[in-house]
């Protein structure tokens, strides 16, 4: 093929399924034919396999427990946790809305902290301002919700000090960060619980909808795994009240073929940014920031963009596809604005983001030719 016809999309999970067909076309089988189909063999193995994943190395063990989606973790360990009506749970207005579904979900309050602008994760210096002095009006500040967004760690002992200085849960919000690292800990590891989205897009991603939770707290993992089944402890008998989201084993037996290869992907998406870096040097777009300690995981490789517009149709005209991540903050959405309690910088470095962020191309099956490609056209604009 000629370097011109070479087209580069911004994520290919097509190419993901056909490198891995035979695996996980014999993983599917096997469920089809085990005549179990929702919280099975493969369920259980799928949990044990990711908490001794997530506890490799110094990390406690991790108990963690399977659910319908990514919004649903999340919702999962608020409930676990207590965490509702005539509560407030602070994470960022810059995420995924999903996460701020996820607090009102359970009937808490959110409260969206700005971010560091280098990071674009949550602000810590605001977050001790709004547990020092909380926004008039608001319930307590029960939990918080940390995003480590893009696939780069959140400073974590930044927020972990007056939380639990306070008696507040810290909740890690994972969903782009699978195998990345603060200081050589595990993303997932650090707060009291954590979730992680297993959405198709995702660093470890299924082939439907899927998500987990984790926690050192064996008692939080067993209430939890309760709570997703109508708050079943025996079957049948609800001692509390419960949802319905479980994991299927279609996607577990999927998730166990990928878990893996997460590793290895992660280390692609990882050259695939240091070339970017490296094609980005003399021009005039700054290569993302990576704090001190922090092993990004590149979810996503995203660079700041004045005139955002322009560039996308640019790269877009030589095969090289962007994307936006995310173009409207939360607190700016219909179903959000002046509703939704905002820290007292109105988050306004989220804002400053929304305009300006773009995704490029990342995906481990991306070949050499197609990185190259991207390189080439970055040299260019
Ligand atoms: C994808 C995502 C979620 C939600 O996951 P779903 O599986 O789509 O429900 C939550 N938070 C963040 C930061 C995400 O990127």
Not at 104 to 110: C, D, V, W
């Amino acid at each position: 093929m000629n370097a011109q016809d070479i087209i580069v999309p911004q994520a290919d999970l097509g190419a993901a399924y056909r490198a891995q067909k035979d695996a996980i076309d014999a993983a599917v089988s096997r469920v089809l034919n085990s005549g179990w189909y929702i919280l099975g063999q493969e369920g259980a193995a799928f949990e044990r396999e990711y908490g001794a994943w997530l506890s490799g190395g110094d990390a406690p063990a991790m108990h963690a427990v399977g659910c319908a989606n990514g919004t649903d973790a999340i919702a999962l360990v608020l409930r676990g946790l207590g965490i509702g009506p005539g509560c407030t749970v602070a994470t960022v207005s810059h995420t995924a809305v999903a996460t701020v579904a996820a607090i009102e979900m359970t009937g808490a309050t959110p409260l969206l902290i700005d971010i560091d602008p280098r990071t674009f994760c949550m602000d810590p210096a605001e977050l001790l301002e709004v547990i020092r002095n909380p926004p008039a009006g608001l319930p307590p500040i029960r939990a918080v919700i940390p995003v480590h967004i893009y696939g780069h760690a959140c400073d974590m002992d930044a927020i972990l000090g007056p939380c639990r200085a306070a008696g507040i849960a810290v909740v890690e919000d994972v969903a782009q960060a699978h195998g990345g690292r603060l200081n050589g800990r595990m993303l997932g590891t650090i707060g009291d619980a954590s979730a992680f989205s297993l959405y198709p897009t995702k660093n470890l991603g299924a082939l439907g909808d899927a998500g987990i939770t984790a926690t050192p707290d064996e008692a939080l993992a067993k209430r939890m795994a309760a709570i997703r089944q109508y708050g079943w402890h025996r079957r049948y008998i609800s001692d509390e009240v419960g949802v319905n989201s479980r994991l299927d084993e279609m996607q577990a037996a999927i998730l166990r073929v990928r878990l893996p290869l997460l590793d290895r992907g992660n280390a692609r998406r990882q050259a695939i940014a240091a070339a970017y870096d490296a094609a980005l040097a003399d021009g005039p777009f700054t290569a993302p920031y990576r704090a001190p300690g922090v092993e990004h995981v590149f979810h996503q490789y995203v660079l700041r963009v004045p005139n955002r517009e322009a560039v996308m149709d640019r790269l877009r005209a030589l095969g090289v596809m962007t994307a936006i991540h995310y173009p409207v903050p939360v607190h700016e959405q219909g179903a959000y604005a002046g509703r939704i309690a905002t820290g007292p910088a109105g988050c306004a470095e989220t804002s400053r983001a929304a305009a300006e962020v773009m995704s490029l191309p990342v995906f481990p099956e991306m070949t050499d030719a197609q990185l190259e490609k991207v390189c080439a056209a970055l040299r260019t604009v």
